[in-house]
């Protein structure tokens, strides 16, 4: 497995190196181009305004042509090559693709042009120097304007290839490219990286934020009444069960309240249910407005509510049960114009810490209740476990 990350990676640099070499050789033959027809353009344009070109005529006394100033492509490269040389350390010339004149090619160029002359579209290749390792190249140079000063209109075409370029360049040009391309590349790729696990990190920081939400909403609709936002049964019921273990630790008094709206049914049927679920929120509102901090409220049936009162005798209980009964009956519910008088019934017990269980209690409250709707409705009652006992 490691063999083959290695041979990757040299095959990657190999296709970097041959990449850097190609992009410089061929930057050199699209300059040149340019090069060479814009010098042709001048002169015809300077032959058009003119009539003549300031550089006088030929030595044979016939008027100079734009061809007769170019500068042919061997004095473009040459100069090319020394401002080359001198900033980067590469060199660059031109050769014949005559094999008569190729009396100055090295064994790699006369190698390289065999085998452009074989039909390759171009040679790249790198050998040992004394100071390091340097690039070779050989590209073909495509017939220009100028080509026809030196090998005659007649010998060529716009297909044919003029000569060939040739660049030597130092592999420290190509590592340097390298190493920019790959400082680069880090820099982009890390800030890929920061910018995707950026993406992940609001992503699942907003996912976690919304499942807890959704979480905590769920919690709070398992644990809440819809419609008066205060304790459900199931939750009211699990503080009596731990109200009721912390008195009989303590010996604590602890006292419940149940209270229930008069006629609730005849104010659905004649006010309609909007008016009857105003009139819920309406006593749940009361009730928990008129109670102390620490006391417990929850709804435990439609219209019914249990009120916990920890450290509370059943006497202290009644007395704010009587309060709450009278100043509900004397508060009509207003909802759209419509006043919808109300009362509650109450029944008020107090925990037996021997031997009483929380579902023990709530029956005995249950009674009272029953006792104060029997008796005629808005009224509080206290159990008659108690009264026997007073």
């Not at 297909?159 to 130092?170: E, H, I, K």
């Not at 602890?254 to 309609?272: K, S, T």
Request: aromatic content about 6%; glycine content about 6%.
């Amino acid at each position: 497995m490691l063999a083959l990350v290695f041979a990757g990676l040299y095959l990657h640099e190999i296709n970097q190196t041959r990449g850097f070499l190609e992009d410089k050789t061929r930057a050199y033959v699209e300059t040149l181009q340019r090069l060479d027809n814009y010098q042709v353009e001048q002169c015809a344009r300077m032959l058009e305004e003119n009539g003549s070109l300031p550089l006088g005529t030929r030595p044979d006394g016939r008027p100079m042509s734009p061809a007769d100033c170019t500068v042919p492509p061997h004095g473009l490269i040459a100069e090319f090559s020394q401002v080359s040389q001198v900033q980067t350390g590469m060199q660059v010339r031109l050769l014949s693709t005559d094999p008569a004149r190729q009396k100055t090619a090295t064994p790699f160029e006369t190698e390289a042009l065999a085998m452009l002359a074989a039909g390759e579209p171009r040679v790249l290749q790198w050998e040992p120097a004394s100071d390091g390792e340097i690039l070779r190249a050989l590209y073909p140079l495509p017939w220009g304007p100028s080509c026809a000063k030196c090998h005659g209109a007649d010998r060529m075409s716009g297909t044919d290839p003029a000569g060939v370029l040739s660049v030597t360049a130092p592999m420290s040009q190509a590592d340097r490219a390298r190493e920019e391309s790959f400082r680069f590349a880090g820099v982009l790729s890390a800030l890929l990286a920061l910018l995707f696990f950026g993406m992940i990190y609001i992503f699942g920081w907003r996912l976690t934020r919304e499942h807890l939400l959704l979480q905590d909403t769920m919690q709070r609709h398992m644990r809440h009444d819809l419609v008066t936002g205060m304790l459900n049964r199931p939750a009211v019921f699990e503080l009596l069960d731990t109200e009721v273990l912390r008195a009989k630790r303590t010996d604590a008094p602890v006292a419940v309240a149940l209270v229930d709206i008069d006629h609730f049914q005849e104010i659905n049927d004649r006010y309609g249910r909007l008016v009857g679920d105003a009139v819920i929120r309406h006593v749940a509102t009361y009730l928990k407005r008129r109670l102390r901090a620490y006391d417990l409220i929850g709804r435990t049936a439609g219209e019914e509510f249990l009120i916990v009162f920890p450290n509370t005798t059943v006497k202290d209980a009644a007395e704010v049960a009587e309060r709450l009964r009278a100043e509900l009956a004397a508060d009509p519910v207003v909802h759209q114009n419509v006043a919808a008088p109300v009362t509650v019934s109450i029944g008020v017990a107090e925990l037996r810490k021997a031997e009483e269980s929380p579902d023990s209690l709530f029956t005995r409250v249950s009674g009272a209740l029953y006792n104060a709707k029997a008796n005629g409705r808005n009224r509080v009652e206290i159990d008659d476990l108690f009264q026997r006992r007073k």
